[in-house]
């Protein structure tokens, strides 16, 4: 079934999506630890190498301004009803991970490592780390929600990248803001106010958040898996990186997203910085993380 559902795809170009997705990805055993405990993995990473977006390519920042002009609260209502309404594919989380690796390009020149190897080495890194089952699968999965490439997606500026708040004022914690010129909503009265269509403290579960791979796999699996909260809001947010990283946002949070950004914090650094381990070798680790999938997912998931 994955095969068919990606031959019946409009073509597209597989090698330019791993480069954006892997060039923003790149500018971006103890026992009984708990999911909050302090990571070592974080701790002996030399970060400085790591989300330099003012030096980074022009791949990247064309790519940015292209996302930064399009996710507009008219293409975000649109993308949610356009979720509700279509059926997509229904496969295993293992045969998803499969399908998402046919995106790789070999040949591509800035990585060596394919999709499935930076889930497998994201969840390694926490299950190095001692972390909860949980968390272990979280990490394996998080990135799923890319196979909204090869569903109808209008290119990579509404699969990949950074997330951020529409229907109110852009913060100028996102990343290369000034490329939010060419948004039709910077330029609206209501849109561009410090809380647009939101109130003070709405929390984000009333926010709506540029739609990408994050946004879309929370919707997959919040009533499709076992995961924790915790684990939802890692998927979530784990590219919403103006907020958990630079702080933006107060002003529409509350106390269940303070909750959820102590999750995303803790998930972020295995995500970020585990793309310079070691590869890893999907065939060994498959039974093991099988065996997690069958802990938390049904045998088949609808996509």
Known sequence: MPALVFQEQEQRDGRAFDEISDAVDQVNVQK???????????????????RQYESACDRVKNFYREQHEKQTVEFNIAARVAFKNR??????????????????????????????????QTAEAIRRDG?????????????????????????QWDVVGDTFVVGCKFSDKIVLPHTFAGNPDAQD????????????HCGLDDVMLSWGHDEYLYHVLKDQSSLPEEGLAMIRY???????????????????????????????????????????????LRPYYEGL???????????
């Open 32 to 50: 009984g630890k708990l999911w909050d405990d302090s990571s070592d993995f974080d701790n002996a990473k030399d970060k400085a190498a790591f």
């Open 87 to 120: 059926k997509r594919v229904r496969m295993s989380v293992w045969a998803a991970m499969e399908m998402l690796n046919t995106l790789v390009d070999e040949s591509d020149p800035d990585t060596e490592l394919s999709q499935i190897e930076h889930l497998l």
């Open 131 to 155: 972390k909860p089952e949980w968390m272990q699968v979280t990490g394996l999965v998080h990135d799923l929600g890319k196979l909204l490439f090869l569903f109808g997606s209008e290119g």
């Open 189 to 200: 009265p209501v849109y561009s106010s410090e809380y647009g269509i939101y109130s003070p």
């Open 238 to 284: 784990h590219s919403f990186y103006p907020w958990h990283r630079e702080g933006a946002y107060a002003h529409l949070t509350n106390d269940k997203d303070r909750a959820a950004l102590a999750a995303v914090r803790a998930f972020n650094p295995y995500d970020l910085y585990s793309k310079s381990d070691a590869p890893v070798i999907a065939e060994e």
């Open 293 to 303: 999938i069958a802990k938390f997912f049904p045998p088949e998931i609808d996509f």
